[in-house]
């Protein structure tokens, strides 16, 4: 359930994030919003479920603090950028690719089983990844640069996911801290890369505008953030992973009443995340 909750919640903020940063004046002012939102909510969330001093005790914190400066630290700006070229729905179908390389990680990393159905799952998935390559019918302003970068994004999360169950390696952790954590030095890595590259730079004029449009992604970024945690604290790699690509059909579904004319959804698009969907179901029912 926590990790279904998490898809849905990436799936709407995959939908809120591009109309934000259609509004946003600097993408990365919207970068910064969006990362130092999300680390309040955690923050937040993990003070209320209660920490004591050993847990801010650095051996137990490194991993996710390491974790944030890549994802979603570096990789931050290049999924907006995604989402911005490709569109909402199609990187999110796209990155709902990165189950393949959790779960091959897990296997290899983590002795996770492997059996039949995640064989059979895992195939959906890559399968729906090339279905939305391959469509013929996009909207004007798409661009396979979008997927290209979505792509790379996958393989990055795959990696996260393996990751992240590695250093939750039960639910007695506090998951909300680890999420904290990494969203903060995501934030201090995206406020760094603003001030170094001349494209993302911002003035305050730019920031205000820019944080009353991206507050509400933010808020949503936090809370996903917290419930994936919380799900790779109680689930294997090879379970969890597949649940949260259902993302993919949320922003789907999502992005089709939302943004309606400027986000095309066709059948090609829809058999591309009905085969992401099932794949995943199908991991879910026959899991060992």
Partial sequence: MLALASGLLLGLLSVTTRVGIRQAPSIGAAGLVLNGTSFLVAAVVAGVRGVSAEDFALSGLWPFLLMGVCIPGFTQIAWLWAVDKAGPSRTQTVIAT?????ALLAVGLLSEPWNAALIGGTILVVAGGIALVWERRRPVDFSLVGV???????????MRDTGVRWALPDATTNSALGAAATLLTATITVVVLASVLPRWRYSLAQFLPTAAVMAAPGVLMGAQYVLFFEAFARGRVTLVAPLLSTHALWSVVIAAVVLRGAEVVNRRLVLATTLIVGGAALVTAFRS
């Fill in 98 to 102: 990165s189950p393949l390389v959790a």
């Fill in 148 to 158: 290209a970068i979505a792509l790379t994004l996958a393989v990055m999360l795959g």
